[in-house]
């Protein structure tokens, strides 16, 4: 059985400090204002600080995400005195906000179905609980009320990677080929966001055991490449071609018997790996060994490296120094 999207217990009372609540989502079905700014996505620490303070507000002080988090938005809620930080995880998000207002303020966080809710002390700060993201696009809808109450225009996007085969409880390296070969038994994330490109569930006769799925990245320092996964894998049978995928979204299950699974630089359309044309049977390519250090820097064990090599030529337009690249955009 292919695992649901993540899912969160919330604790039974709305609008504590420091608390979530599972609320009604009703209240974020409102249109944003239409003065309320743009919205795009990345580091922002300026977004209209200056609007709609109370007459004994302050600029609050843009807050700051738990070390190791992606702030995917920064910035004052259009209208209000609170400053957010919108924070993502593995498959889940969360708010810090400050108040710059001498009174009490609110901040809820919302992902289509539901709404968890936190109260901003005047002139303090306060952290709402993690929800998992909105399955179809990977967002959450952010909020807040204090002189008036307002909602962030956009709703920031999930855009961090994460290791694909953290939820894989016996997972067990094995070779590297044109991929990174894996063992165990468990949920296979996507990576990062991006959208499914190929999907063939058991019924691809290219690869051992059928199975083969592709996807495209859209954010992050890997951005327009593509990853494939195959092999002796269940597809998660609510994703298709085209489906938006982020790294919440279960591509499929592990099943824990030869050949496992692969995964790797893949080629757009095309069904097979990004140095297909150049492989031999049994030697460690370029690319193969580029994959695992992406996977290494996400805190996935390192593939198997063999004695054959030098059956791909070195690969050009691919970063070499995944960790470093990817501290700069966590």
């Known amino acids: 059985m292919v695992p649901s999207t993540l899912t969160h217990p919330f604790l039974a009372a709305c609008g504590l400090a420091w608390t979530a609540a599972a609320c009604s989502a009703g209240d974020l079905n409102s249109s944003p204002p239409q003065d309320a700014g743009s919205l795009d996505g990345g580091r922002t620490d300026d977004a209209g600080l200056d609007a709609g303070h109370a007459g004994d507000a302050s600029t609050p002080a843009a807050p700051q995400c738990n070390t190791g988090d992606r702030s995917e938005w920064s910035g004052l809620i259009p209208n209000t005195t609170l400053a957010v930080a919108v924070c993502s995880k593995c498959g889940e998000s969360y708010v810090v906000a400050s108040n710059g207002s001498s009174s009490p303020g609110e901040v809820s966080v919302n992902n289509g179905s539901t709404t968890i809710m936190a109260t901003v002390p005047a002139g303090g700060t306060a952290m709402t609980a993690t929800l998992a993201d909105n399955p179809a696009d990977g967002t959450v809808s952010v909020c807040g009320t204090t002189v008036s109450r307002s909602c962030l225009p956009v709703a920031p996007q999930n855009n961090q990677y994460c290791n694909p085969y953290r939820d894989v409880p016996n997972l067990a390296p094995k070779r590297i080929d044109q991929g990174v070969d894996y063992g165990g038994a468990g949920p296979i994330y996507a990576l990062g966001p991006g959208h499914i490109d190929l999907y063939r569930n058991r019924n691809d006769s290219g690869w051992p055991s059928g199975t083969f799925v592709s996807y495209k990245l859209s954010a992050g320092p890997a951005s327009g490449k593509v990853i494939y996964l195959a092999e002796n894998i269940d597809l998660n049978p609510a994703l298709h071609s085209g489906s938006f995928v982020y790294n919440g979204t279960v591509l499929g299950t ?22 297909h044309s150049c492989y031999v049977e049994g030697c460690d390519t370029v690319l193969g060994n580029n994959f695992n250090q992406l996977l290494v820097c996400l805190s996935a064990p390192s593939g198997i490296t063999g004695s054959q090599t030098g059956c791909c030529p070195s690969a050009s337009g691919w970063p070499t120094d995944w960790c470093t690249l990817l501290a700069g955009w966590q």
């Open 254 to 275: 592990l099943v824990n018997a030869f050949p496992y699974s692969e995964s790797g630089w893949g080629v757009q359309g095309a069904g097979y790996t990004a140095e």
